[in-house]
């Protein structure tokens, strides 16, 4: 069996997230393309057994691209947008991008694994922020982001109208946006003598391991480090693979 230890110089390394733009209009699912961001916390530093796919992140449904919607409420126009994000500075970055200084409201709220936050951005205190993010909570969607901006048509709402308003065009943004399925990738290395690399790199296509990257500075003479991602459950017989090529143990760093 392939041991698996954690390495700090790959927690270092910087997590991908990849956002395909989606060009239907009616809900559909797939599986995204390779999404190395997770909600779940980086792996320990204690030797892993690859075979320990419990520990693995699980799938999750996030929406393919940016979607949006408009209605109408007793002359207040509502606009909703919604993004998939990596992260919450990808959130915050996608609001700075989205909001209309010129607005009277720009609510929000974003759902990244078990970590939310929500802002009512002026309206009274949960009729804004909170119904967002309860809309995100029913679609069961993850990993996303939804802006809803308010320019205010005369007409107050009331607190009912407003969490109405509000929690009702967040779901109409989300229920007919395409989504896919993300399979969360590990990020593995290991280091590899320069003759046997065209061997590493042979089982690494047979994987479908993804991003891969080289580092020489390993300190050992006719060493490379090479980082890949590739999914949690082929670890192992990826690792069994590279040793019964290799005829030797190479240890994967997760």
């Given amino acids: 069996m392939a041991a698996v230890r954690a390495s700090p110089r790959l927690r270092s390394l910087p997590l ?36 320990s796919s419990s520990a693995a992140p699980s799938p999750y ?22 993004a998939p994000v990596p992260n919450e500075r990808a959130a915050m970055a996608f609001l700075d991008e989205v909001k209309d200084p010129k607005a009277t409201h720009n609510c929000w709220a974003y759902k990244l694994g078990e970590q939310f ?25 993850d990993m996303v982001m939804v802006v809803v901006i308010r320019y205010f048509g005369g007409i107050k709402l009331g607190t009912g109208g407003l969490v109405r308003a509000y929690g009702g065009v967040a779901s109409e943004c989300l229920k007919d946006a395409p989504t896919c399925l993300v399979k969360p990738k590990a990020r593995v290395g290991m280091e590899v003598p320069f003759d046997l690399l065209g061997t590493v790199y042979h089982q690494l296509q047979h994987y479908q391991a993804e991003d891969i990257k080289q580092d020489y500075d390993t300190g050992k003479d006719g060493t490379v480090m090479v980082m890949f991602k590739v999914g949690y459950e082929k670890v192992e017989d990826l690792g069994n693979a590279v040793n019964s090529a290799c005829s030797r143990k190479i240890e994967l760093f997760l």
């Fill in 117 to 141: 936050r929500y802002n009512d951005d002026g309206e009274p205190s949960s009729t804004a922020g909170k119904p967002i993010y309860s809309a995100i909570i029913s679609s069961g969607i």
């Fill in 16 to 51: 991908l997230f990849s956002q395909p733009d989606a060009a239907a209009t009616v809900r559909r699912c797939f599986f995204c393309a390779s999404a190395s961001a997770s909600p779940s916390p980086a792996p320990s530093r204690a030797m892993a057994s690859p075979s």
């Fill in 61 to 82: 449904t996030t929406l393919a691209g940016r979607v949006s919607c408009e209605r109408e409420i007793k002359r207040s126009k509502f606009i909703a947008i919604a």
